[in-house]
């Protein structure tokens, strides 16, 4: 499919209902990536975020190993300390 549109001020061009009605990760406030190929050409793609998920479960592994000091405490129990000791601070102030 081809058709003509008009590039307004500020760079802003309208993508024809025609070719909206085709592709339908064309939505409104969608994330594209748009690409130079040539001088006289520019290809608009959807925007995909890449997740190296090795590199993520890598992360999670290594911060899993953190063996911490003192007595094992629950993140409730760890907020909580953590809450009454900022409080404690701030009431010298």
Known sequence: MKTIS?????????IPDSIRRVV?????????????IKPDEIIIKPHKKEYDWDEIWEAVRKARA????????SAAEFLEKDRRSHLNDNSSN
Request: glycine share 10%.
């Open 24 to 36: 339908p990760w064309i939505t409104p406030m969608s994330a594209v990536s748009i690409s130079v």
């Open 66 to 73: 953190i063996k911490g000091k003192g007595k094992a405490i």
């Open 6 to 14: 008009i590039v307004r001020d500020r760079g802003q061009l309208t």
